[in-house]
C-alpha cells in the first residue's frame, strides 16, 4: 500500500517582522501590519527603526570642569544646609569614677621592752649632834619625824631622858603621813566601844554563863551579845569577853547627895599620835571617846602645850561635847614646824572667883599625852648639824 500524500497549505511572509503567515492572512498577528491583496505585488516597505535619546558630545577638558562645577555647587549646598540646622547640644552625663581606697596592711609592731624595776637604795639617816637645851621631841619635830621613829633608831629609851651635849643622833628620812581628815566624827555607839572597858576570862570547870554573869555583875544578854554566843552554854577552856561597861547599876538609895566617884582617863581618837599638820590646815579636830554622861557642873578640860617653844600650857578650854577645834591662831608663824603636846581629863565647877569666872577641880584620871606637829609661815631656818 503507497502511503497517502497530505498537502501543505501555503504561507507567506510579514514583510515587515518576518512572521510566516496564512496565505489568506489581511494582517500580521505580530507587528499588526495589514497585508495587501495576494493578487497584487508586493510593495517594497521601509525598515521601521526604534526611536533613540539625542547625544552630545563634549570634550575632556569640558567635562572636568562640569564636574568640578557639580562638586563645588554641591559643597555650597551642603555647607548652608548644616548652617540652618538647629545646633543640638547633648549633654554629656558624668561617669563616677571608681575610687580605689588602699587596703591598710597590718604590720606586725614589737612589743615595747619589758622595763625591770631597779630598787632604789634606802636613803642614807642624816647625823645630828645634841645641842644644849635639845630634847628627843624638840629634834623630831624639828626635823618633821616621829618620835618613835627617832628613838628605836638611836636605841634610846622610851622616856628619852639620857641625851648629853655633842651626842650623834642618827635622824632617818621623814616618811609621808596621810593627815586625817579633821572632819572625822565618831557614831556614839563607836565612842561608847571605845571607851568600854573588857577583860577575858576563860572557863573553868563547873563554870556557866548564869555564874560568870553573876561574878561580874553582868548580864547574861551583854556576854552572849559581846561574844556571839548563839545560846547559853559555854566550854571549858573557852575565852569569853566580859564588857564590864555594861554592870548592873548598884542598888540602893543616897541619902545625900555624893560626888561621882572619879572618871577614867579619856581614850584620845584623832588626830593620831605624831600626826604632821601643814600652812594649809587653817585648824586641827581633837576628838576622844566618851567617859559617861557629864552633870551640869561638869565638863572636860583640853591642854594643849607648844613643846617647841617651852612656855608651858600654850591653851587651856572646856567641852561638853567630845571634839575641840583648835582655832588657827595657834598655829606658829614660823616656817619651822612645832610640836604640840595634848591631853584630856574631866573637871567639876565648885565656885566662882571674884570675876565670875568657873572655878575647877579635876574629877577623874588624866588621858595619855598626845603629840602633833603643826608647820606655820615665815623663812625655814635649819639646824646646824
Known amino acids: 500500500m503507497s502511503p497517502e500524500i497530505t498537502s501543505t497549505p501555503s504561507t507567506k ?28 505585488p508586493a510593495q517594497p516597505t521601509k525598515a521601521v527603526q526604534g526611536s533613540r535619546m539625542p547625544s552630545i558630545t563634549i570634550s575632556l577638558p569640558a567635562a572636568i570642569g562640569l564636574l568640578a562645577l557639580f562638586l563645588a555647587i554641591g559643597a555650597v549646598m551642603v555647607y548652608f544646609a548644616l548652617k540652618t540646622t538647629p ?11 571608681e575610687t580605689i581606697t588602699p587596703t591598710t596592711t597590718n604590720t606586725a609592731t614589737l612589743a615595747p621592752p619589758t622595763v625591770t624595776n631597779t630598787p632604789e637604795p634606802s636613803p642614807t639617816p642624816k647625823t645630828y649632834q645634841v645641842q644644849a637645851d635639845d630634847t628627843c621631841l624638840k629634834i623630831a619635830a624639828f626635823f618633821d619625824i616621829s618620835l618613835d621613829s627617832l628613838v628605836t633608831l638611836n636605841n634610846l629609851p622610851i622616856a628619852c631622858d639620857t641625851l648629853s651635849i655633842g651626842q650623834s643622833l642618827l635622824i632617818p628620812q621623814p616618811t609621808p603621813t596621810s593627815t586625817p581628815q579633821p572632819s572625822a566624827t ?22 556557866t554563863l548564869g555564874s560568870i ?39 540602893g538609895p543616897s541619902p545625900t ?5 572619879p ?8 588626830p593620831a599620835d605624831g600626826s604632821p599638820f601643814t600652812l594649809t590646815d587653817d585648824s586641827i579636830t581633837l576628838q576622844w571617846a566618851s567617859v559617861g554622861t557629864l552633870r551640869d557642873n561638869e565638863a572636860y578640860a583640853i591642854y594643849i602645850e607648844d613643846a617647841t617653844s617651852g612656855q608651858g600650857i600654850t591653851l587651856l578650854d572646856y567641852a561638853t561635847d567630845t571634839r575641840y577645834i583648835i582655832p588657827v591662831t595657834l598655829r606658829p608663824s614660823e616656817s619651822r614646824s612645832h610640836a604640840f603636846y595634848w ?18 577641880e579635876s574629877a577623874g584620871a588624866i588621858s595619855a599625852k598626845r603629840v602633833f606637829t603643826w608647820t606655820g609661815g615665815g ?7
Open 13 to 40: 511572509l510579514c514583510p515587515t517582522c518576518g512572521t510566516r503567515l496564512t496565505e489568506d492572512a489581511t494582517r500580521c498577528l505580530v507587528c499588526g501590519a495589514e497585508l495587501g491583496s495576494i493578487d497584487k
Open 87 to 97: 545646633e543640638v547640644i547633648i549633654e554629656m552625663t558624668p561617669t563616677p569614677t
Open 186 to 207: 565618831f557614831s556614839l555607839s563607836e565612842q561608847t566601844e571605845a571607851a568600854c572597858e573588857k577583860v577575858n576570862y576563860t572557863v573553868q570547870e563547873n563554870d
Open 213 to 251: 554573869a553573876s561574878n561580874y555583875n553582868v548580864p547574861m544578854a551583854a556576854i552572849r551579845e559581846e561574844n556571839g554566843l548563839p545560846g547559853d552554854t559555854v566550854i571549858i577552856g573557852q575565852t569569853i569577853v566580859i564588857p564590864l561597861c555594861r554592870q548592873f547599876a548598884t542598888p
Open 257 to 261: 547627895a555624893t560626888p561621882p566617884p
Open 263 to 270: 572618871y577614867p582617863s579619856p581614850n584620845l581618837l584623832l
Open 343 to 360: 591631853w584630856i581629863v574631866v573637871v567639876r565647877q565648885t565656885s566662882v572667883d571674884d570675876s565670875g569666872n568657873p572655878t575647877w
Open 379 to 385: 623663812t625655814l631656818v635649819t639646824p646646824t648639824p
